[in-house]
């Protein structure tokens, strides 16, 4: 799906409970309280679309990248924290008292029912708590796996309880097809949780791989290839990224992405280049080939398959490599018509992989701890050295497409935009979107 399209569906479902309720002919309220209304509306609307924005939707992920769905996805949270907060301030000079006999449609008073307001007053404490620990993630000591777990289960709790307030305290919530609407909503937003968690893992589980080899790649980085055991493999398209996991139950959260090195052409195996960092990249070295595996898979907007341009321009910042090789192979095996350049940037020597593969035909390798006898480009990744490899004509011609180390990115995305390349011919993918 296209980036526009799913914008506009996103802003379509997050604003339809409003819209709705503005049909409900109900007697009018001051401005402030109809904000306030309104307000608490769009937060939970916001937050049930938070399960489908989580990165795991193959049409979304494939439309616009994982990363740029995870810092939407950060970015809505963000704000619909700041809707929640403001939403029971702004009913300030309301009577209170409960849904009186004379006033049906609470048109003059807000609920005082405790029930009603303590499952308000939870969902509200619960989702500063779930955002603020989101944005402190990576300061906290608990692993990725713990914390994904708690996110989940602290976010299905927040939409059970804004759920029960909304259509218990809500003066539109209560409304026969607002509550059958937030029903349905609510539903959908934790189906596709349970979707991901529950029934594509039962699919997974038909459909396993067995690890074939785990092949040291120089410095801290590593080469496993899985093979698929009893079925025809996965489709996916060079560029594209997997869920891996390796020697636990298709149901565990021990998985992790990562792109796919190797090319569709080559055959069913699929190989990962994974460079040591946590937990699990720090053990890849100790698997044993027979371990079985499953794979989530394929996601991720880099394919360059079809694109109409000339060239195409690989630009690789260490691990970041990965996906860029996988389409390079693709191209070689294929004997694909278009130029190729890949540009490969490490630290030191001893982190290059795959430098007998590549060759120097169409590649740069660059370092910026070179040791005395180098003969490649010494430095970073950066403007000058984009205007010593590429010609005025690649620049505005060529697609480019880029992974590596987020400065990397940004110092050559700003470069590419000023060198004339519009972002429809600028591809990326971030490894880390915190
Ligand atoms: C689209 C994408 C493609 C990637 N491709 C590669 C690749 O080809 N090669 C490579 O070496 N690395 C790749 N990464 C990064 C890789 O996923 C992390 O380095 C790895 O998950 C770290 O796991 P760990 O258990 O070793 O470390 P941990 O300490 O558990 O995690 C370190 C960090 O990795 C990220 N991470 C860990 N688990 C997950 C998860 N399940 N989902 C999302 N993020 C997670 C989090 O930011 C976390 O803070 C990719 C990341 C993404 C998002």
């Given amino acids: 799906m296209k980036p526009l399209l799913l914008l506009v569906a996103y802003l379509a479902a997050v604003t339809l409970p409003l819209l709705l309720s503005r049909l409900i002919n109900a007697p009018p309220r001051a401005l402030h309280q109809e904000l306030a209304s309104g307000l608490g509306i769009l937060a939970f609307s916001m937050v049930l679309m938070e399960f489908v924005l989580s990165g795991r939707f193959k049409a979304i992920s494939k439309g616009i990248g994982m990363d740029v769905t995870m810092r939407?996805?950060?970015?809505?949270?963000r704000t619909a924290l700041a809707f929640a907060l403001l939403h029971p301030f702004l009913y300030q000079r309301t009577p209170s008292g409960g849904q009186r006999p004379w006033d049906p449609s609470r048109q003059l008073t807000i609920t005082t029912d405790f029930a009603a307001l303590s499952t308000g007053i939870m969902a509200y404490l619960l989702l500063a708590g779930l955002v603020i620990l989101a944005i402190g993630r990576t300061q906290l000591s608990y692993k990725y796996e713990t914390w994904r777990a708690m996110h989940g289960i602290g976010a299905v709790l927040i939409a059970a309880l804004l759920l029960h307030h909304t259509v218990s305290a809500g003066r539109y919530g209560s409304q026969p097809v607002m509550f059958w609407l937030w029903i349905a909503m609510t539903g959908a937003a934790v189906g596709s949780?349970?979707?991901?968690y529950m029934v594509e893992p039962l699919r997974e589980r038909k459909l396993a791989w067995q690890v074939a080899s785990v092949t040291p790649l120089g410095a801290e980085q590593w080469e496993l290839t899985v093979t698929p055991k009893g079925h025809s493999g996965l489709k996916f398209q060079a560029g594209q990224f997997a869920w891996l996991n390796v020697g636990h139950s298709s149901f565990s959260l021990k998985e992790n992405p990562f792109s796919i090195a190797s090319a569709p052409a080559a055959g069913p195996d699929v190989s990962f280049m994974i460079k040591e960092f946590g937990d699990f990249t720090r053990t890849?070295?100790?698997?044993?080939?027979?371990t079985i595996a499953y794979i989530d898979g394929p996601y991720g907007n880099l394919p360059v398959d079809g694109r109409p341009e000339p060239g195409v321009a690989l630009i690789a910042g260490g691990?970041?490599?990965?996906?860029l090789l996988s389409?390079?192979?693709?191209?070689?095996l294929t004997g694909d018509p278009r130029k190729v350049k890949l540009v490969y940037g490490n630290r030191t020597a001893d982190q290059i992989a795959y430098q007998t593969e590549l060759g120097t035909q169409d590649v740069t390798y660059v370092l910026s701890d070179p040791p005395k006898d180098w003969h490649g480009k010494?430095?970073?990744?950066?403007?000058?050295?984009?205007?010593?490899?590429?010609?005025?004509e690649e620049f505005n011609e060529w697609v480019f497409v880029l992974c590596g180390p987020p400065a990397m990115m940004d110092i050559i995305e700003a470069h590419l935009r000023k060198r004339g390349a519009p972002p429809s011919r600028?591809?990326?993918?971030r490894f880390y979107y915190d």
């Fill in 72 to 77: 939407f996805h950060q970015l809505m949270a």
């Fill in 193 to 196: 949780l349970l979707y991901v």
């Fill in 284 to 290: 890849v070295g100790q698997i044993e080939p027979g």
């Fill in 319 to 323: 691990v970041g490599l990965a996906p």
């Fill in 327 to 332: 389409i390079l192979r693709q191209m070689r």
């Fill in 378 to 392: 010494s430095g970073l990744i950066d403007g000058a050295l984009m205007d010593q490899i590429f010609l005025p």
């Fill in 426 to 429: 600028i591809m990326s993918e």
